[in-house]
Structures are given as C-alpha cells and as structure tokens.
T-cell receptor, first 116, second 112 residues
C-alpha cells in the first residue's frame, strides 16, 4: 500500500473485554513497530518485529498485551481483559529493514481505543 | 535509560515569523540519532528532520533546521517563515536500538 494503515480508526469497548488492533505496513517493509500514546504524552514503545519474530517486546506493559505478525506483513496487537488505563492511541510504524539507526519509521494514523 | 525533555508545552508564532522549539535529552551513548516529528490532528506522525550525533554540521530541510549542541545534549528545532500548515504537535525523539524515545511534545500554534 501507499502508507501504513491501521484498523479500526476508533474502538470503544467495555472494561474486561478483548480487543484486536490491526496494522498493515508499507509493502516490502520487514520491520514493524507498535507504540502507545496516552493523552497529552509522546508515544511510548511497545514492541518491534523483524519479519515474523518479535525482536524486542520490552515495552509491553503486562501479559494482557500480546502482538503477532504471522506472515511477516500484517500485525495484530491483542489486549485481553481491557482496563480503563488502556485507553490511548495505538500507533503502528514500519521501516524497510529495521537494522539501520537512521532508517525512517513511517507511522500510520493510529487506533484510538477507549475503554469504558 | 534515555530520556527526552521538551520544556515548552505550547508555543505560538505569527505567520511568516521564526520559532524555535527546545529539546534536551539524556544518554550515555556516544553515537545516536535524533529526530523531530510533527503530529497534526490526523494523528499521523510525520518525520520533519533528523540528525546523526557524530555529525557536527546541523541538519537542514528547507524551512526547518536544528541547533545540535552535543555537549549540552540539546537539540532544538527552528522553523523559519512559519506557515499555517505548520500548526501541529512537535515531538523530539531519540533513537536507541531501533526504538524511538519521544518527549512529551510541544503544541505549535500559528497566528495569521
């Protein structure tokens, strides 16, 4: 695709429910990143994929959060037993190889998650 | 741990004037990379400019330039000839092990 796309654009759920957020990276990009942006804050790193494997998941806040990228393209961020504190914008980014420090990360428009 | 601090929550400037956004960072690394991203209301983060720490020359991209002071760990963004389309949140970021560490952002308003 022309850019990184994320679906849904907005998601409202109830406390305790399960949600899935999808990211479709730029075609051919092997690296994919998830960030979380709380209201009034800068984005915070969650997890980074190199191909199908998670190269760094040190930013996942707890075991309710899980992400997959089974075919090395689309990624899904999964949140179990959602809490009100999970409300945030979840941003996805991709880069060509994920091995160069200066490599640009291209961001999608994010999914705004609201947990009631 | 690396941290990035933006001390100006909000800034405003008259159209066509120049504005400087401040950023300081903390790191023990000697080689690293710094970025400024712009986030308009559409939420999509857009790269504005980037700087390699080993380069003494300040990066420039058209109306955008940086003042990189490595010893002071300072990385400010200067926007010349401000335009209405420059209005957005601006985030300073540090790259470490493929992860971007962002500051809290500065909201820039352009007054016509």
């Amino acid at each position: 695709g022309a850019g990184v796309s994320q679906t849904p654009s907005n998601k409202v759920t109830e406390k305790g429910k399960y949600v899935e957020l999808r990211c479709d990276p730029i075609s051919g990009h092997t690296a994919l990143y998830w960030y979380r942006q709380s209201l009034g804050q800068g984005p915070e790193f969650l997890i980074y994929f190199q191909g199908t494997g998670a190269a760094d998941d040190s930013g996942l806040p707890n075991d309710r959060f899980f992400a997959v990228r089974p075919e090395g393209s689309v990624s899904t961020l999964k949140i179990q037993r959602t809490e009100r504190g999970d409300s945030a914008v979840y941003l996805c980014a991709s880069s060509l190889t994920g091995t160069g420090e200066l490599e640009t990360q291209y961001f999608g428009p994010g999914t705004r998650l609201l947990v009631l | 741990a690396q941290t990035v601090t933006q001390s100006q929550p909000e800034m405003s400037v008259q159209e066509a004037e120049t504005v400087t956004l401040s950023c300081t960072y903390d790191t023990s690394e000697s080689d690293y990379y710094l970025f400024w991203y712009k986030q308009p209301p559409s939420r999509q983060m857009i790269l504005v400019i980037r700087q390699e720490a080993y380069k003494q020359q300040n990066a420039t991209e058209n109306r955008f330039s940086v003042n990189f002071q490595k010893a002071a760990k300072s990385f400010s963004l200067k926007i010349s000839d401000s335009q209405l389309g420059d209005a957005a949140m601006y985030f300073c970021a540090y790259m470490a092990a493929q992860k971007l560490v962002f500051g809290q952002g500065t909201r820039l308003t352009i007054n016509p």
